[in-house]
């Protein structure tokens, strides 16, 4: 990453140290979105290691142990089954919450920092607007996650715990900055016309942003055609084989016949696992695309040579190709797939964390040369 | 600010209102009822089961699966509707980087805009209606959302050499 200034065609001059001052709040936004897109991915794939599968194994246990219930006519024992099921549901639901709010919230502070430039509000006011989005987002998904844990434990109501009553605060106060920053915008367009107060960083791109900005849409496409091709073929299909086989799975308990039970059991699983496959790789591919169109408006800030610039791009989109490709490809190839598949991940995050760098070294250097010229 | 880049960016909102009004109503007076219906019929059927009233049971289950039918059907829509105005208003933000005439972005905006609205519209009608009437809507939609996105992809793709023009200040 060396000879950067040689090299690098970040936005140059006082317009754009203007645009991106210290702790200014499109600064705060960009780096603040960043780190929560690449915590947001960090955690998903720990999650997708560490946790998924496991979780999946205990939710075909406990529907195990509901078949055995009946069989045994217990009553007792198929409503605590179904109920322990609905504890690991809820583990791997706030899980997937917290990966995918911190991801959102990502992608809303990316958004909001393309259009601070239109927010006409005070630079002070802007930097607490940002502020706020960013703890919200924040401590949402971290209190999401802490859901499972936490339970009931110390609340006052029957239902709702303290993580959930933070989580909640936290999506407040996201609402309040947007709607502060929904504000601004409206001063703007109700304002005075400002002939020639466009935004450089949506003027242009070239080389590694157009890259991203082509590869992003092509990877939305293929989601489409992905998601299309599912529901086309496959969707009803599954909806009428989920049906039958959980039929099956309670009758030939009750009837005595552990051997259709066990196999009823076994397509189910095979059949919960294409769906959630299916479905990640849908969700994953258009997420990406979305990241990389984003990415590419911001490519100006990243002060790294050319060089680099275009390989964090390929490696973005690179990554972003192999993780749902190879999600898809669980059911064929299992284990081996799924570890290609965080691999994927990995160079997403890897690709993420060396812009970042560059829009931390560009952040630098405006505010060297600021020093310099004061 | 272009024709095509207003229309994304309002729609996009509009949309995104659309979204998450209906997602409200949703939540506050469909999704729990839903979820208690569908918790209720899974856990009755092998409750009837084990106790051996195996219509009874049958009867739990289908209704677990209609149920399950349902609210699929209107998740999807919800997420569908924002997610495509997320996309929508960020195609807005950069449809002047799209190297293609004004007259061809306007109608890949028109196209992009119909699709987010019509796709998810008979996905979330196929709740009242089975027939094939919702599911034709759903996949015009997507078919128009697909071959604009495919127009996108190659205006972002075939860039002029000096770029394209600069659009400054607002119209």
């Known amino acids: ?374 | 600010m272009s024709g095509a880049r207003k229309l994304l960016i309002a729609s996009g909102l509009a949309l995104a209102l659309g979204g998450m009004g209906y997602g409200l109503y949703y939540a506050v007076f469909i999704e729990h009822q839903t979820l208690d219906r569908l918790g209720s019929s899974l856990g009755s059927g092998f409750a009837l089961a084990g106790g051996r009233d195996l219509p009874g049971a049958r009867a739990a289950l289908a209704d677990f699966a209609a149920a399950s039918y349902v609210y699929v059907r209107q998740v999807d829509a919800h997420g569908h509707w924002i997610g495509l105005s997320m996309l929508l208003i960020l195609f807005g933000a950069v449809f002047h980087l799209v190297s293609f005439s004004d007259g061809v972005k306007i109608r890949l905006s028109v196209g992009l805009v119909l699709g987010a609205i019509v796709f998810p519209l008979g996905v979330l009608l196929e709740t009242a209606n089975r027939g094939w009437g919702p599911k034709l809507l759903a996949i015009l939609g997507s078919a128009i959302l697909t071959l604009a996105l495919l127009c996108v992809a190659v205006g972002f793709a075939i860039a002029r050499p000096e770029g394209p023009p600069v659009e400054r200040g607002r119209s």
């Open chain 1, 1 to 374: 990453m060396s000879s950067a200034s040689q090299t690098i065609r970040p936005m140059e001059g006082e317009s754009q140290a203007a645009s991106f001052p210290p702790l200014g709040a499109r600064r705060m936004l960009v780096i603040g979105g960043m780190a929560l897109i690449l915590a947001g991915m960090l955690f998903g794939d720990i999650f997708a290691v560490f946790v998924l599968h496991q979780n999946a194994a205990q939710i075909n246990a406990r529907l195990l142990a509901a078949t055995q219930a009946v069989a045994a006519r217990d009553a007792a024992g198929i409503a605590a089954a179904f109920q322990d099921t609905g504890g690991f549901l809820e583990n791997r639901g706030t899980k997937v919450d917290a990966h995918a709010h911190m991801i959102a919230f990502g992608y809303i502070a990316l958004l909001l920092a393309l259009l601070q430039p239109r927010v006409a509000l005070a630079e002070e006011t802007k930097k607490r607007l940002a502020a706020l989005f960013l703890f919200g987002s924040t401590l949402l998904p971290v209190c999401v996650f802490l859901i499972h844990y936490v339970g009931l434990a110390g609340s006052p109501f029957s239902a709702i715990g303290w993580a959930s009553v933070f989580a909640d605060l936290g999506g407040f106060l996201v609402m309040v900055a947007a709607a502060g920053e929904l504000a601004g915008l409206w001063r703007y367009w109700r304002g005075p016309k400002k002939n020639g107060a466009g935004d450089d960083l949506l003027a242009h791109a070239a080389g590694p942003a157009r890259a991203l900005l082509c590869g992003g849409t092509l990877l939305i496409l293929a989601g489409f055609l992905h998601g299309a091709y599912y529901a086309g073929f496959h969707l009803y299909a599954n909806e009428a084989m989920d049906q039958s086989l959980i039929t099956t799975m309670a009758m030939s308990a009750a009837s005595g016949q552990p051997a259709d039970t066990a196999q009823a059991l076994g397509d189910y699983a095979q059949l919960q696992g294409a769906k959630a496959v299916n479905i990640a790789a849908h969700a994953h591919i258009i997420e990406f695309g979305i990241l990389a169109i984003l990415v590419a408006l911001f490519q100006p800030y990243v002060f790294l040579s050319e060089r680099w610039r275009k390989t964090w791009a390929a490696v973005l989109l690179l990554g972003s190709l192999i993780l749902p490709v190879f999600v898809l490809l669980e059911l064929r190839l299992g284990i081996v797939a799924g570890g290609i598949a965080d691999v994927g991940g990995l160079l997403v995050v890897i690709a993420l964390a060396g812009m970042l760098t560059g829009i931390v070294r560009y952040t630098g250097r405006l505010d060297a040369a600021q020093e310099v010229a004061s």
